[in-house]
């Protein structure tokens, strides 16, 4: 079975613009949640969709924005990139279980560096 | 708020030593604890854990969850230069996929 899959794997911007990063989870798995990774925070939860709707979000600004589609890729979009949004942004999938959510696995994640 | 601190930050070993890896937390609504191995990619899940006092183990790597101290512990026995790596230590909120991440321990093993 094939892992989560995250496009693109590297990423140069500068301040101002935007991007958007994809994710596509492993088969049958239609939970996906998005992580920021950067060496001064360590891994903090963005947010998280379920059948297309965002059940979760974390505490960053309303620039940090997602969504599912019907196949359960999702995307995220980050508008007027600063400095500090430098970071490896981590998709990670899982099986919904009506008792519990399962585990969670991770892509390899979007380098992004903004100049 | 909730938090999750992994101690020790950093350890440096050599090959055959066996090691603990800590990690305590404080979680609103608390439903699990997942320890993932991150090498210069992304996290590979090891364990979770969701019920006190029952160990479960992979190999050299086993873990253990304390939910009345709130605590979970990973030990590595024999360990390998393939070991190193940052280990990272998660504690899932009920209800939801939020995990909240501990900032890792940076294990080295040395041959």
């Known amino acids: 079975k094939a892992g989560v899959t995250q496009t693109p794997r590297y990423l140069i911007k500068t301040r101002g613009q935007q991007v958007t990063l994809s994710c596509s989870p492993i088969s049958g798995h239609r939970s996906v949640s998005w992580y920021q990774q950067t060496p001064g925070q360590g891994l903090q939860f963005l947010f998280e969709?379920?059948?297309?709707?965002?059940?979760n979000k974390g505490n960053f600004p309303g620039r940090f924005s997602g969504r599912q589609f019907s196949n359960s890729r999702s995307e995220m979009n980050v508008s007027t990139l600063e400095l500090g949004d430098s970071a490896l942004y981590l998709c990670?999938?899982?099986?919904?279980?009506?008792?519990?959510?399962?585990?969670?696995?991770f892509g390899p994640g979007t380098r992004l560096t903004v100049t | 708020e909730d938090k999750v601190v992994q101690s020790p930050l950093s350890l440096v070993v050599h090959e055959g030593d066996t090691v603990t890896l800590n990690c305590s937390y404080e979680v609103t609504n608390f439903r699990s604890l997942l320890w993932y191995k991150q090498e210069k990619k992304a996290p590979t899940f090891l364990f979770m854990l969701t019920s006190s006092g029952i160990e479960k183990k992979s190999g050299r790597l086993s873990s253990i969850l304390d939910k009345k101290e709130l605590f979970s512990i990973l030990n590595i026995t024999a360990t390998q230069t393939g070991d190193s790596a940052v280990y990272l230590c998660?504690?899932?909120?009920?209800?939801?996929?939020?995990?909240?991440f501990g900032k890792g321990t940076k294990l080295t093993v040395n041959p």
């Open positions: 990670a999938s899982s099986v919904k279980r009506v008792e519990g959510h399962g585990e969670q696995y």
């Open positions: 969709y379920f059948s297309e709707t965002q059940r």
């Open positions: 998660a504690a899932e909120q009920g209800g939801s996929e939020k995990l909240v």
